[in-house]
């Protein structure tokens, strides 16, 4: 079960290293989309749209259903989701190790003013 998880979470993670398919992910906010109309941006051939879709496809993040000629993506956000609650994990464990930090220098500065007040010998 964990080693399929991984997987899953390493194909949305390579699919979201690219800022083209990044774009098209923006784009399929606003609603279903034909391939082509995913490309036109990027002035990419249809080919070129239709291999960073699959790559998508395969991360679960988007759904293509095709009506005649035409391609049609939609956003598939529950694996976003998945990998928000993964950075999410690491995003508490750096804030603790941050608020650590700012503890331990609030605490140094404020011995370092004692130490310097006037009337205070040194």
């Known amino acids: 079960m964990v080693e399929q998880q991984s997987t899953a979470l ?5 699919a979201l290293s690219d800022s083209t398919r990044r774009a098209m992910l923006q784009e399929l906010t606003g609603g279903e989309r034909s391939v082509g109309a995913l490309a036109a941006p990027f002035a990419m051939s249809l080919a070129g ?3 960073h879709v699959k790559v998508l496809e395969q991360a679960g993040l988007v ?3 095709i009506t005649g000629r035409t391609h049609y993506c939609r956003l598939e956000a529950e694996r976003l989701a998945e990998a928000e609650a993964w950075l999410r994990y690491y995003e508490r464990f750096w804030t603790r190790r941050l608020d650590t930090l700012e503890a331990l220098l609030k605490a140094e500065d404020e011995a370092a003013t004692r130490r310097t007040k006037p009337g205070r010998k040194s």
């Open 63 to 65: 759904r293509r259903r």
């Open 10 to 14: 390493d194909a949305v993670f390579h």
């Open 49 to 51: 749209a239709s291999k």
